[in-house]
């Protein structure tokens, strides 16, 4: 794990580096100040050498300026590596969520990965660049002040850094710890954001219902749960941070009681008992920064853990001689279609289906039946358990996802319309389409006049998910989306079935005009928008029920006509 991490500075090895030397000179400039100090204690001030005493004065202020410049670079071009390998973690885990399969957000919750995408990687990013400056530093200052040190006296010296071990054992000792309690506090806040991300989204339902008062117990519900989470990191924390500290305190009496002894009997002088108690309250500090860079260690390699393990989520297998599908026809075949979810749960059963090319095909039954589930099949966003589906003959395992999926045109009941203009969301369906193509589309949709009717045009910002649209305005968004993909083949999941009438006598007409010359499949509950259709299949748990003509289908008098009776008994009372 710690080389994939290491991996991420090649792109800023050049500032890195340069970012590490100034960091070496700050740690040069601060071992200067006892090393001078020393010498005008014991030299400059007894002999009453006062051109040398202000030479070096000055010769320090240098250095502090000096270190001014540097302690800015590191500030400002430190922070940058580590922000710049932050932004390719983030894009890199960005690609590979495009890369997932349909199951992977079945069984995550989008908060939960937006979590994992900014809090985790703020973390460690404040790693990346802290980490190897203060472990560089740190280290830097300790030998330096140790070999300095030894040149006065190294038995004082040896007693002294005696007490470094016991600090790193401590130290170690506390890590566990610490990595397992930050762990649990990152996976609560990620629940925090899931739920949180949940109860914005469905704040409408919430109010719908009167339900603000459970919608707040369930969110303190988790914070609760993070609460108590970082209740034992802070502890943990506070054990460590104390537990050093007093060893740091520890190590201040013994310099100040050896140092004295050792004065007192002629080891050193007393300019040398500066020189030592200047560099051990010096090398106090980078003993501070070793400890900070245990706990910044423990906190951002749990977020890197966490980012791995998102990394090395499995993605979609396409077939490594997978081809392109040109000249599309779409004739779609499911032969002996076997499909169980994750949970275990048998859908289909030797499900065997001939969709012609250029044919309008309803599949209709209860739900939980499989329908749903056959319009995934097709695009391959589910691997079926066994058997195959082809189009114009060509196994869809053997067809490279982008040539696939370009190739169908998916319109669901649960419109979903990305944040921005109408325009945009229209466009999506071609990036490169004109404006002229746009507008084409929107017309062929039934959704121009409204378009036109508004301020701003088709520049007009829907909101979150649309929520400045209507449900019809949203669906006819959709659907111009599809004409403008122009695909050969189209799917219709359900997408009439939450409307009213004469919005639905809208759509229908869009769906009508959409649905010429392509090959199509329909899901639909309301069985008066598909009696025209080429093929009624009728589909439950048991598998393929009945299958024919409308007509066909009402005379066999079997399910479906015992469906469609139902619906129009409905509505008659």
């Not at 400002?76 to 932004?87: K, N, P, S």
């Not at 300019?271 to 706990?295: C, H, N, Q, T």
């Amino acid at each position: 794990m710690i080389r994939k991490f290491i991996a991420y500075y090649r792109p800023h090895m050049k500032l890195f580096v340069m970012d590490m030397i100034a960091a070496f000179l700050i740690a040069v400039c601060d071992l200067f100040y006892p090393v001078i100090t020393r010498n005008m204690i014991n030299i400059y001030i007894p002999n009453q050498n006062i051109r040398l005493l202000l030479l070096w004065g000055g010769i320090l202020l240098g250095l502090y300026f000096a270190k001014m410049l540097f302690n800015y670079f590191v500030q400002y071009y430190g922070h940058l590596v580590g922000v710049g390998m932050q932004a390719d973690m983030r894009r890199d885990v960005f690609r590979h969520l495009q890369r997932l399969p349909f199951s992977f957000y079945d069984e995550n919750k989008t908060g939960t990965i937006m979590s994992r995408m900014i809090n985790d990687l703020m973390e460690i990013a404040e790693l990346a660049h802290h980490g190897p400056e203060d472990l560089f530093v740190s280290s830097v200052m300790l030998i330096g002040a140790f070999i300095y040190l030894c040149t006065i006296n190294v038995l004082l010296t040896v007693i002294i850094f005696a007490f470094i071990p016991v600090l790193v054992f401590f130290a170690a000792r506390m890590r566990l710890r610490m990595n397992a309690a930050f762990l649990e506090s990152r996976v609560k806040i990620a629940d925090v954001n899931a739920t949180l991300e949940n109860s914005i989204s469905g704040i409408r339902v919430a109010k719908a219902f009167t339900n603000e008062a459970y919608e707040v117990e369930k969110f303190q519900k988790g914070n609760r749960a993070f609460q108590r989470a970082r209740k034992k990191s802070y502890k943990a924390m506070a054990q460590f941070s104390s537990g050093t500290t007093f060893i740091v305190d520890l190590l201040n009496v013994v310099v100040l009681v050896a140092g004295g002894l050792f004065t007192y009997y002629g080891k050193i002088n007393f300019g040398d008992l500066v020189a030592y108690m200047l560099f051990i309250s010096m090398f106090l500090s980078p003993i501070k920064r070793l400890i900070a860079f245990v706990e910044q260690y423990q906190q951002g390699m749990t977020g890197f853990k966490r980012f791995v393990e998102l990394m090395n989520t499995e993605p979609e297998q396409e077939s490594p001689n997978a081809r392109e599908l040109t000249g599309v026809q779409g004739a779609i075949r499911f032969e002996k279609v076997n499909f169980s979810y994750p949970n275990g749960r048998q859908i289909l059963k030797d499900v065997n289906l001939d969709i012609p090319a250029g044919r309008t095909v309803a599949l209709v039954g209860p739900s939980g039946g499989g329908k749903t589930t056959i319009c995934h099949l097709i695009p391959h966003f589910y691997e079926p358990d066994s058997g195959r589906i082809t189009i114009d003959g060509v196994d869809i395992r053997d067809i490279s996802f982008s040539s696939l999926r370009s190739s169908i045109g998916i319109v669901q009941q649960d419109v979903f319309l990305f944040t921005g203009s109408i325009r945009d969301n229209i466009a999506y369906g071609r990036l490169d389409a004109t404006d002229e193509e746009i507008v084409q589309a929107a017309i062929r949709a039934n959704i121009h006049e409204y378009v036109m009717s508004l301020p701003d045009g088709y520049n007009t910002d829907i909101g979150e998910r649309g929520t400045k649209l209507s449900g019809g305005q949203k669906q006819r968004v959709a659907i111009a989306r599809v004409f403008l993909k122009n695909p050969p083949i189209l799917i219709l999941d359900e997408a009439t079935s939450a409307l009213d009438n004469t919005t639905e006598i809208l759509i229908q007409r869009a769906l009508e005009e959409l649905s010429a010359g392509r090959t199509t499949l329909v899901v639909a509950h309301r069985l008066s928008t598909i009696k025209n259709a080429d093929e009624i299949i009728v589909v439950d748990e048991e598998g393929i029920e009945e299958r024919g003509t409308h007509e066909e289908l009402i005379d066999k008098g079997g399910i479906y006509r015992m469906l469609y009776e139902s619906q129009f008994k409905g509505w008659e009372e």
